[in-house]
């Protein structure tokens, strides 16, 4: 089993809907929850944290987490083309050991102007 | 600006022949990071540091090499490359803290 594991996509959405990333993961000590976005051809870069349960918004960004499902999401409202991008979830499996950070594979989005 | 810098950005090589990727960050980070990026695998850890002079293996470290003789530097040597190696590299560091890590922009390495 993957250690964090995303819907594949692609993911195509109007402009102006809501886009919803879902990732789960199998480790239930972890404690740290990362969404980041990658642009093709571009580096990672972080859009989200997330360490409690629940949901934690951004802008238009709100992350939900879900540690008895091992579950963690994001949600883009009002989804714009610069939205287009492929979006990893990131877990630190252990308390103790945050400079292990584990990726999903990504799910790549596009936003139908 | 803050920032982690890696060279060279593309790097064509031959197989046997040893190289090393540099990486270096200004923020005064604990913990730095190399991960290689495949189609369909995503983002894997090949080594990590926690400190200077302390690192340890990742997910794939079989075929690298790594040093953190400095608090910003974080080299990842291939002493023999072989096309397997062949991947899109990210240096990363991080404070700790649970606060994730910050990429450098890329090296992306051909092994013919």
């Known amino acids: 089993q993957k250690e964090v594991e995303q819907n594949s996509g692609p993911l195509s959405v109007p402009e102006g809907a809501i886009a919803s990333l879902n990732c789960t993961y199998s480790d239930r000590g972890s404690q740290s929850f990362f969404w980041y976005r990658q642009y093709s051809g571009k580096s990672p870069e972080l859009i989200m944290s997330?360490?409690?349960?629940g949901d934690k918004e951004d802008g238009r960004f709100t992350a939900q987490l879900n540690k008895a499902s091992q579950y963690v999401s994001l949600l883009i409202r009002d989804s714009q083309p610069s939205d287009s991008a492929t979006y990893l979830c990131a877990v630190n499996p252990v308390r103790s050991n945050d400079y292990k950070l584990s990726f999903g594979a990504g799910t790549t989005v596009t936003v139908r102007a | 600006e803050a920032q982690v810098t890696q060279n060279p950005r593309y790097l064509i090589t031959v197989t046997g022949k040893k190289l090393t990727v540099t990486c270096s960050q200004n923020?005064?980070?604990?913990?730095m990071s190399w991960y290689r990026q495949d189609p369909g695998l995503g983002l894997r850890q090949i080594y990590y540091s926690m400190n200077v002079e302390v690192t340890d293996k990742g997910d794939v470290p079989e075929g690298y090499k790594v040093s953190r003789k400095e608090k910003r530097n974080f080299p990842l040597i291939l002493e023999s490359p072989s096309p397997n190696q062949t991947s899109l590299y990210f240096c990363?560091?991080?404070?700790?803290?649970?606060?994730?890590?910050?990429f450098g922009s890329g090296t992306r390495l051909t092994v013919v």
């Open positions: 923020m005064n980070h604990e913990y």
């Open positions: 997330i360490y409690s349960n």
């Open positions: 990363a560091s991080s404070p700790g803290q649970g606060s994730g890590y910050t």
